[in-house]
């Protein structure tokens, strides 16, 4: 049965309660843009993976979400960004990590899919593959917005406690780390939720003849060490699609790699015979742990789903039969 | 319930034909290692120390695409990942892009005791590794005459499927094995373990594909790719690492015990049947009651395994019990 095209957008899960209104509004009025962006595309019968593609590097370019212009800084002050994109009626992939000058990611990730023998790079290997294959490059300057140099600011004096990684972590986790805990019970990844940059932004569609594809990017986490790699360039991680269905996840990337977020959607649907919004709120319950996570979700059905358990979730939603809704609180 | 063991050394076309000069000093590194795990098994080391300890060992035999003996990017360098995972907790340390630490699996065990994250890559691994202090080389120690040799007859004869300037087909999008000399050119190294109280633990470790890009991550490092452990089974994969990556191949044999209920065996052998392509994978699996499996459809896989039972295994094609 196939039921029509669906999508869904997110621009991060763990939202600060305190976002100012006009922030809020800010955030709302680029989601309806890309979801209608979205839509547009889908009524012209774009295939899913190019929908998606279109609307992340949307999300990418706009420096208000946390990928592309608008990445969280390492701790040396600079822009790794990583992404992936999925193909789900033949599970092609393509990813890429640690990329200083691509303008967008989530092309680079597409053209890793489409244009080379393998499914990630990584590196100066990517940025090699990037200007042979001639996309748009632009100074590392370009990603850096001032915003986030303030916050790497902010997230040093909060992670030289939670953070340091040479003190021997016996218990430590990616979450909720620390006596801090205590002090500011609203935090993402050891960081009080006023720092913390949502992960990720991302896009799922199910296109009308039924094929689901997944996309995600994002500039990390802020004040990363150099290298570090998180959920969303992880197929089955933090992107998935398969015949069944397409997922992009956001939030605690540690805890979404070790669950296999994303594929977990596709594998309860799969082998346990899940619906789609069944599945999604079974693995926002059951497998995440303390971990704060949130994702968006299609079936080739054309059904949408979304679900998160930290405060919070930049997302927004359409089918065809006429059901939308944006939104950031429960 | 008891303890059990699988080790692997890379699957791929290991020709039937392979002369015994070749055959007899991997077989000999296989049995070294199986021996290794069980000895500190039996001495009730913990399945993570078990996993990494033999893993090391496998990275530094040079016949071994690991540590020293990693084939050779389209460069000529060496660029090694690791991975390792526990089941019971579910952490795990991952690494990619080491070009001078020796083994890349105790430093993916750094990654995941010492690190808020788990996966760090290329320089800022490196530079870890040498925060941690642990040891390094130059990179030609990785290096082996036979390894510079092989990436010769790659670019020979991959020149078209590798060559990604040009246009290419979507059917020969393929990562294509070459020269058939015995040695696992798509090969990789992994061990896993459980101990008599359901420890589990997954480790792999390679040095990826022959003639590979600068910058290519394969499946070894991506958790639920080619590690992946929980409290129910440990999976070590092998094989052509875009098809291992699509079918998120090792959580998938945790998921389908999980989710529909089927024994260890008979969810390596779905995982190995019906989710890869023949002549693309192999994989080794322990589960929590100490059973074991070792499936491939390629046509060999270098493997050793043994329980507390007593059963043990030591080979390279499809053996009768198969």
Known sequence: MVGGWAIAVHGGAGVDPKLPQERQEEAKKLLTRCLNLGVSSLRSNLPAIDVVELVVRELETDPFFNSGRGSALTRKGTVEMEASIMDGSKRRCGAVSGLTTVKNPISLARLVMDKSPHSYLAFSGAEEFARQQGVELVDNDYFITEDNVGMLKLAKEANSILFDYRIPSVGLNSCSVGAAATDSPLQMNGLPISVYAPETVGCVVVDREGRCAAATSTGGLMNKMTGRIGDSPIIGAGTYASELCGVSCTGEGEAIIRSTLAREVGAVMEYKGLGLQEAVDFVIKERLDEGKAGLIAVSRNGEVAYGFNCVGMFRGCATEDGFMEVGIWE | MGWAIALHGGAGDIPLTLSEERRLPREAALRHCLHIGVTTLKAHQHPLDVVELVVRELENHPNFNAGRGSVLTSAGTVEMEACIMDGKTKNCGAVSGLTTVVNAISLARLVMDKTPHIYLAFDGAESFAREQGVETVDSSHFITPENIERLEQAKEANRVQIDYTQPIQVDAKTETDTA???????????????????????????????????????????IGAGTYANNLCAVSATGKGEAIIRSTISRDVAALMEFKGLSLKEAAAYVVDKLVPKGNAGLVAVSATGEVTMPFNTTGMFRACATEEGYSEIGIWPSLQN
């Open chain 2, 180 to 222: 058939d000399d015995g040695d696992s050119q798509i090969g990789t190294v992994g061990c896993v373990a459980v101990d008599n109280h359901g420890n589990l633990a997954a480790a792999t470790s390679t040095g990826g594909l022959v003639n590979k890009m600068v910058g290519r991550i394969g499946d070894t490092p991506i």
